[in-house]
């Protein structure tokens, strides 16, 4: 590595260093005591899932409680908006129209995470501890003007923080802080298994059981997320001798997951919100609601098996467009042979994708809810999904490819300059 690329991973490890500095510090006026018993007796539901995904910080109510899911929740309605209106479409694919575009994402990442600021500050009005100790600690409304502009300023400055990993650093800024989040509770579920161990309460064999699991998990995982699908092509004879200096790709490659961790963190979103709105009744009916919505159920891991598939064909169809890639094919002088170009190379790539992404999104919701399944069987008396393995294993990997494309690229250039 030369000291560029050791910058680069520098300055990744410090901002992902500030994220966990920012963890810890809390919002004003809020009781932390009584905030981390109340998600401690919650840890097995969709609370405890949402604290997962937080990185902690939602059980010490810091100012990034919230976390980057807003930023997230932003991106992809924007996404959804962009495939429906073309105009809005065609300002995501010009250079300019980028940053307008990146501009409208923000603004709407500063309302979500207003609404949801000022829902979380409501909800814990009445919350107290065992002791009677009340989890706020100022007037109701000074509290929720607080709390709203503190968590505000706290998911800006993770917007921030990722988007300066990004450009400066090495990898996607907003995936490494979700892995930062789930790696940092790693430690303290290692010393919550031990603990279980010791006391009797988990068997040994058990233990090595839910390793076998996880490495299974990891090794799929891997497997797959390198996997994809190379249709090769040809280019005109007048294409190759004018680049005949020049590597031309010879295939285009396409995924077996077109589209990545987004559908398991998007559908473990949209299954979070309601639960941790009918957490606060106590109403029997919509306790029962509650308890079907519990990530120890069975109802909840089918839900986010068929929400994971759902969202598995839907982002695909977006992120992957045969039209386009037929298009540029056919203007830089490149065909598939077989199919004719323009529309038949457009309908056989998205019959390829159509294939990969069946696939794609049955392997998604597996994942998703098989390690549960397995684990369940097990006896195991906590939470363990294969989400937040396959998103730690994606990014890892997405990383690591990163880092080796700019190594590779640095021999390129210094054997440049030694010819030259």
Known sequence: MNKTLTNKILITLAFLFAYRIL???????VNADVIKEFFDSNSSNALGLFNMFSGKAAERLSIISLGIMPYITASIVMELLAATFPNLGKMKKDRD????????????????????????SIGLQGLSGRGGEQAIMLDMNLFIAIAAASMLAGTMMLMWIGEQITQRGIGNGISLIIFAGIVSGIPSAIGGTVNLVNTGELNFLVVIGILL??????????????????????YSRKVVMENQNKRIMNYIPIKVNLSGVIPPIFASAILMFPSTILQASTNKYIQAINDFLNPNGYFFNFL???????????????????????????????????????????????????????????????????????????????????????????????????????IYMNKYQTLSAVGL
Do not use: C
């Open 97 to 120: 129209g980028m940053q307008k575009y990146m501009q409208i994402i923000r603004y709407a990442t500063i309302g979500i995470t207003v609404v949801q600021a000022i829902g979380v």
């Open 213 to 234: 699991v996880i490495l299974a998990t990891v090794g799929i995982v891997i497997f797959v997320e390198m996997g994809e699908r190379r249709i090769p092509v040809s």
């Open 23 to 29: 963890a810890y510090v809390p919002v004003p006026g």
């Open 304 to 406: 986010t098996f068929l929400l994971v598939v759902f969202f598995a064909y839907f982002y695909a169809s977006i992120v992957f467009n045969a039209k386009d890639i037929s298009e540029n094919l056919k203007r830089q002088g490149g065909f598939i042979p077989g199919i004719r170009p323009g529309e038949g190379t457009a309908g056989h790539l998205n019959e390829i994708a159509s294939r990969l992404t069946f696939s794609g999104a049955i392997y998604l919701g597996l994942i998703s809810t098989l390690p549960w399944v397995l684990v369940k069987f097990m006896g195991v008396p906590f939470y363990f999904g294969g989400t937040s393995v396959l998103i730690v294993v994606s990014v890892a990997l997405d990383t690591m490819r990163r880092i080796e494309a700019q």
